[in-house]
């Protein structure tokens, strides 16, 4: 997907010479996570290059383009560099790069869309090669001023563990010595990365202890929601009831009264109370009389909105081709042995542990932000329209993210903490309650996909045709408006790319149009849309009267690199040696670069399910962290399990119903069984782990269930189904 | 506004708030101890998770006047340096991914385990209520094991 998460952008340049260009900015230094580096500067130190300083003690100062929400990039996004520069890992310090329309901050823009966010699980893949040829031209600069220094040719000489050495004269020198001659040196042309073989801090099975735990578990890490600024006061926000509401008249006398409070501040669609502590302007929030005008939407309920996905399914209108191959519509018509079934996926909300928050400080030429955001170059381009200045104008702090999920792209949150801090001319920090969290979230919508296929004489599909329906998820984020009647490529993932040979496919696709903002959530649309591929496929086999990780196996036919993933699972996992009572399903799923399966074992007791282990085996190509690659899977599969079993959002009166964790129920502790994760690196190219690990973890389940009780459940989540888990209470 | 006295960390503390004021607020907001976090505020995902008299609470929905004369621990209170065996225990299994609802984690695993030094599985899972997005519940519960000294 080339065109997503990203809007209009200058021209790329020259990579090589953008480092020189960010090398600038690093010596200048900048408030924030710089001051560090521009402090000892003074001292000695020197920027090697926009990613690269290092200070007179000989700390490598490493720069991490990428928002940190748990996924452990700081550490591997890190790592990368370090290990090209041949640094002493134990000496590295790792700092959150400016937002990229910051001056000289343009080499921390994705290099693959040349636009600064993190999400859809691209972090390594797009940055790897990038990273490696930044750490490898540093070395080479250190390598060159070393050789100036010992009088002896470049060639003779390698850096390693933070030093240069020559070993035919047994000298080394370190590379605090030789930094500020480094940093004049020529930026090298091209580069040579290292092999792997001489990988030596990330890859070959390397387990790295995340750098962010420590603090972590110390209540030390600093998000967005613990930042304190001089003179800051705090502002709570009541935001219309109704999805699309605007004010159409405040009584504000009550609130403003309050003690502490500062200003009560219009916004669109929501009031603000600023008041000098947060719980002043939460008590002073409650005090507000607002008359709301209902959004465009106006009062609908959720059978309207589930109305409108029948009606769009059966008919003609809007329908766009997604994929075609071969002829699946004829063959489909001529076929005497037709198989069709129906999904749904549930609206689904973002809830991240933290709430939204931001702080905003306005200064007479722009602004200062400190907030968890993936976003930050969004967040400059919301801040300039808001406060009519340029994008470099604003400064953004990017702190750690209490989770992201997709929700902090965007820059809503952080536009209401710029005009609040505006009005009151002091630095405001903004933060939701939960309910104005998943009030203001923009959802995941509901997917409703229609599956047919031909099965051969053998069994197997010799036509396979999806149809789906669902809004955008890529429009909030996308460079270019998607039309209704066109394709948004994320929302048709995993149907125009699943990985089995039929000789005959089809995808159509169909814009609905709904008055509820969408957007991308953990998985895009790979994981409704795997939730009806693979339970389809279970079906197909079932019919077919084969085991379905047999049916699988023959489907894979033709992709051995899938097909090794499948077989590794199945394996790792037992698949058919269960033990009494307990049954197995199985999914596989290619997405975000990599390829992960997944299976489910399950036992029945007394009408509830029970879950007893998970087994996940992925492929992405390669491991830089094994630790983290597992954390990142272990959390896909709760993930997974939240969607499966609990989550969902249904609208009354044209607002949700679901605003806190009472109603809006995910995974907790006694949901996860036993996880067994393992992977494999068959695949070429490096891909993501941070998105894949939920995929399949519904269709898994739904087959294992299927498996245990013969019922087929076409409908998350699953409490909303009467199946319960052994933990129980559980309702929809 | 009403004046409150109450133990923090070791350390006398006084408050000037409205009474209704959760003690997260209290603590986060007046006192700048950001460690304890907010999640839900409404006693349901225990991000929020203190000891008041040795008793872990949400401290999101628990308001000062009930904190007058009690002593209270929060993550910052738990050891001096983070090296409690809990934490510890926390940074050998890699617990946290994004982090949020950690030191909440950590606060009702210490409850936890001063009311049962050696709990098994079904009290873990019938105890550590909090809510975690990131999904770290199997680490949680290896880490807790371990710090229980029964670590498998």
């Known amino acids: 997907m080339d065109a997503v998460l990203s809007p209009p952008r200058p021209s790329r340049r020259n990579v090589l010479k953008s480092l020189a260009a960010g090398a600038t900015v690093l010596v200048a230094g900048r408030a924030g996570t710089l001051e560090l580096l521009a402090q000892d500067a003074a001292a000695g130190g020197a920027a090697i290059n926009a990613y690269i300083a290092i200070a007179s003690d000989g700390h490598v100062i490493l720069q991490c383009a990428q928002s940190e929400m748990g996924q452990g990039i700081s550490t591997t996004f890190a790592a990368i560099l370090a290990d090209e520069i041949e640094a002493d ?68 000489l390698v850096a390693r563990s933070g030093t240069v050495r020559h070993a035919s004269s047994n000298r ?42 420590p603090a972590k578990v110390a209540g030390a890490a600093v998000f967005g929601i613990d930042i304190k600024v001089p003179g800051m006061v705090h502002a709570a926000v009541l935001s219309a009831p109704m999805i699309g509401g605007q004010i159409a008249a405040v009584d504000d006398a009550a609130a403003a009264a309050m003690a502490g409070v500062l200003k009560v501040v219009r916004l669109d669609g929501a009031v603000a109370v600023v008041a000098e502590h947060y719980w002043q302007a939460r008590l002073a929030l409650a005090k507000l009389k607002v008359d709301w005008q209902p959004g465009s ?88 329209q808001v406060l009519n200045v340029a994008p470099a104008k604003i400064t953004v702090n990017r702190t750690y993210l209490g989770g992201g999920f997709g929700r902090r792209l965007l820059a809503d949150f952080v536009a209401q903490a710029a005009i609040c801090a505006k009005a009151v001319g002091a630095p405001v920090k903004l933060i939701w309650s939960r309910e104005e969290d998943i009030r203001q979230d923009w959802y995941r919508p509901a997917f409703l996909q229609h599956l047919r296929a031909a099965l051969g004489p053998d069994g197997y599909p010799v036509a396979f045709h999806a149809k789906l329906v669902a809004p955008t998820i890529l429009s909030p984020v996308s460079p270019e408006p998607i ?199 068959n695949r070429k190219t490096i891909g993501g782990l941070g998105e894949i690990g939920p995929v399949c973890v519904p269709a898994a389940l739904c087959n294992a269930l299927f498996a245990a009780t013969g019922k087929r459940y076409r409908r998350l989540p699953l409490a909303r189904e009467g199946v319960f888990t052994v933990y129980g209470k559980i309702y929809g | 506004m009403a004046k409150f006295n109450f133990t923090l960390n070791g350390a006398p503390a006084e408050v000037d708030v409205d009474p209704s004021t959760p003690l997260l607020w209290v603590l986060r907001d007046h006192l700048g101890l950001t460690g304890t976090k907010f999640g839900c505020g409404a006693a349901l995902c225990g991000a929020c998770t203190v000891h008041v008299n040795g008793g872990a609470v949400r401290s999101c929905a628990y308001t000062i006047d009930s904190v007058q004369g009690a002593t209270v621990t929060t993550i910052e209170g738990l050891s001096k340096d983070g090296a409690s065996r809990i934490q510890q225990a926390w940074i050998e299994h890699q617990v946290p991914q994004c982090g949020y609802c950690q030191p909440g984690m950590i606060m009702a695993a210490a409850a936890l385990l001063a009311a049962k030094p050696k709990p098994s599985l079904a009290d873990i899972e019938a105890s550590i209520t909090n809510i975690c997005r990131c999904g770290t519940y199997a680490r949680i519960k290896q880490a807790i094991f371990a710090a229980a000294g029964t670590g498998r």
């Open chain 1, 89 to 156: 890992w134990s000496k590295c310090t790792t700092v959150f790069s400016p937002a990229a329309f910051s001056p000289g901050a343009e080499p921390f823009r994705n290099p693959r869309i040349n636009w600064q966010f993190t999400g859809n699980s691209e972090s390594i893949s797009s940055f790897h090669p990038f990273l490696r040829k930044m750490g490898a031209a540093a070395r080479e600069m250190l390598i060159a001023a070393a050789a100036d220094r010992l009088g002896v040719p470049a060639a003779e």
């Open chain 1, 483 to 681: 039309k209704p009647g066109t394709v948004d490529g994320l929302a048709v993932e995993g149907l125009i790319d699943h990985p089995y040979s039929v000789p005959n496919r089809r995808t159509d696709y169909n814009m609905l149009q709904v008055p509820i903002p969408t957007m991308v959530l953990r998985t895009t649309g790979h994981g409704p849309n795997n939730f009806a591929t693979e339970s389809f496929t279970d079906e197909l086999a079932h019919v077919a009267g084969r085991d379905p990780y047999q049916y699988r196996r023959h489907l894979l036919r033709d992709d051995p690199t899938t097909l090794a993933v499948l077989d590794r699972a199945a394996a790792l996992a037992g698949w058919g040696k269960a033990p009494s009572g307990h049954f197995q399903g199985i999914a596989i799923v290619n997405g975000f670069g990599s390829c992960l399966c997944q299976v489910v074992e399950l036992s029945m007791v007394g009408g509830a399910v029970k879950l007893h282990k998970i087994t996940s085996v992925a492929d992405p190509g390669r491991v830089l962290d094994r630790t983290n690659a597992i954390s990142m899977i272990e959390g896909g599969v709760v993930w997974g399990l939240s969607v499966t079993l609990y989550s969902a959002i249904a609208f009354e009166h044209g607002r949700p119903r679901e605003t806190n964790f009472d109603r809006y129920r995910v995974a907790t502790l006694p949901d996860a069984p036993e996880l067994v994760t393992d992977f494999l690196e």
């Open chain 1, 297 to 384: 939407g106006g009062a609908f309920d959720h059978a309207a909105i589930e109305a409108m996905y029948g009606k769009a399914m059966d008919g003609d209108a809007g329908w766009a081709e997604a994929e075609k191959q071969g002829d699946a519509v004829g063959v489909l018509a001529a076929s005497k042995r037709v198989i069709e079934a129906q999904y749904q996926s549930p609206w689904t909300a973002h809830a991240p542990m933290e709430p939204m928050n931001a702080t905003v400080e306005v200064t007479g030429e722009g602004a200062s932000v400190w907030a968890p955001v993936q976003g930050p170059q969004m967040v400059q381009i919301v801040l300039a």
């Open chain 1, 172 to 213: 080394e020198i370190g590379f605090d010595e030789i930094a500020a001659a480094a940093a004049a040196k020529p930026v090298p042309s091209a580069p040579q990365v290292k092999p792997e073989s001489e990988w030596r801090i990330v890859g070959h099975g390397r387990a790295l202890p995340r750098t962010d735990i």
